[in-house]
């Protein structure tokens, strides 16, 4: 089998070919699958095993395609050998030689990566970081493909503690009246008060913004009377803070009513503001606060500290990588680079004129015409598949294996959109 063989395999693919049709009739099949789709790496791809193929894609590729195309790759391959440069060197299909060049580097980082991963202490912050972007993933799926976007839990712990800063003059005063003998009593409530009207507009307005996940349909009994237990905390802090508040008030306002009427002195407005103040004061500023959480939180429960936690592993695991992987990545991507760079120069010093290399060098653009053809038919399949999934609501996730993770697990997960903007392509070496 030669050139000619796989040009007229070329020839037949068209949008009407058996072969064609046969694989864009397994559409919907692949589009509805519950699993992700396991993708064709790009680090081991060759001639029998182009990178980024579904599975679909893949067994229709090697039942029509390698068996045509591998022998005339190898005539091509040849007619390129067959120069003579001198000194012992040959010609060679500069395409091909990159992509040796990318498959050797590649092998290189792999066995760097293996024996990085030999360290004990690294094997287990990865598993951490894998199970924690596991769980931040499904919650982040919960909310819709969006982050927490919560506020910090500084920023949200100031807020809410100088907001509960003015409770505290708001009620020693009524306090110290009432325990002048005792002050410190009268510090320790007043603080009691603030902190639990603070932690009851936590409590309260998390659960508000939580409410759909906390107590819908899908929750089970158990965590629907757990999530009921923790509101109902929140509601009695509320409701012990504001005792704390209106009975010693309420006693000093009735003892000063008596006082007045005792004196035969009008009773003022102004008399009852102050009770009004008190307590519709402490109100206010629990009812803020709730707002406040309500605000700060995302409506999937604890999502911001899953989110936190993955962020700060992955900084621990990306600060170990950069320092005791990466230079030694980097030592083979520096070889690979300035070995294609000499290729290049290489050809363009004692090939690109000859006529000979022109000759085979036209034999190859043949064959890449129909590489193009046996493309656009991927691409056409991998178009239909995404449309197909997004037509009937169907999520499509992808999986494949990334030497570049910072993990020991290989395999990442991809959407469908990142998934349109790999490039197909067919090597060459």
């Known amino acids: 089998m030669t050139l000619t063989d796989y040009q007229q395999l070329g020839a037949r693919l068209t949008w009407d070919d058996p072969a064609v049709l046969e694989l864009f009739g397994q559409v919907q099949g692949e589009a509805q699958s519950n ?154 409530l007043a603080l009691v008060i603030a902190g639990g009207i603070w932690f009851s507009s936590h409590i309260v307005g998390t659960t508000i913004k939580q409410w759909g996940e906390l107590f819908g349909g899908h929750v089970p009994q158990r965590d629907k009377m757990r999530a009921g237990r923790y509101l109902s905390i929140g509601i009695l802090l509320f409701i012990g803070a504001m005792c704390l508040v209106y009975f010693p008030r309420s006693y ?26 008190s307590v519709g004061g402490n109100f206010l500023l629990w009812l803020i606060g709730v707002g406040v959480a309500y605000v700060a939180h995302s409506h999937v429960p604890e999502f911001g500290a899953k989110q936190r936690r993955y962020n700060r592993l992955k900084k621990k695991v990306l600060a170990s990588y950069e320092r005791e992987l990466q230079h030694r990545k980097d030592r083979h991507i520096s070889k690979a680079q300035k070995d294609q760079s000499n290729l290049t120069q290489l050809e363009a010093r004692q090939l690109k004129n000859r006529p000979d290399y022109l000759r085979a060098r036209s034999l190859f653009e043949e064959l890449r015409k129909v590489d193009n053809a046996v493309l656009a038919i991927l691409e056409e399949y991998r178009g239909r598949l995404v449309e197909t999934a997004k037509a009937s609501d169907h999520v499509l996730i992808f999986k494949m294996d990334d030497i570049n993770s910072v993990t020991e697990n290989k395999q990442v997960k991809i959407d469908s959109s990142t998934y349109l903007q790999l490039k197909l392509r067919l090597p060459y070496a």
Not at 42 to 49: E, V
Request: aromatic residues 10%.
């Open 252 to 277: 000093l306002f009735r003892a000063a009513i008596e006082r007045k009427i005792v004196l035969g002195e009008p009773v003022l407005f102004s008399d009852y503001m102050g009770m009004l103040v």
């Open 35 to 188: 699993e992700p789709l396991d993708l064709t790496g790009l680090y081991n791809a060759d001639d029998s095993r182009p990178p980024y193929l579904t599975p679909v894609m893949h067994r229709w590729y090697l039942r029509h395609v390698p068996r045509t195309r591998g022998p005339a790759l190898q005539e091509i391959r040849g007619s390129f050998a067959a120069i003579e440069l001198g000194k012992g060197q040959r010609g060679f299909l500069l395409e091909s030689e990159r992509d040796r060049i990318e498959r050797e580097k590649n092998a290189e980082i792999e066995k760097e990566r293996d024996r990085y991963f030999l360290d004990k202490d690294v094997q287990d912050t990865g598993k951490d970081l894998d199970e924690a972007r596991e769980v931040y993933e499904q919650a982040k799926a919960e909310n819709g493909g969006q982050d927490a976007n919560e506020w910090s839990p500084i920023a949200y712990c100031v807020f809410l503690t100088v907001l509960a800063i003015p409770e505290f003059p708001l009620n020693f005063q009524s306090l110290m009246s009432f325990f002048s003998t005792v002050p410190i009593l009268a510090v320790i």
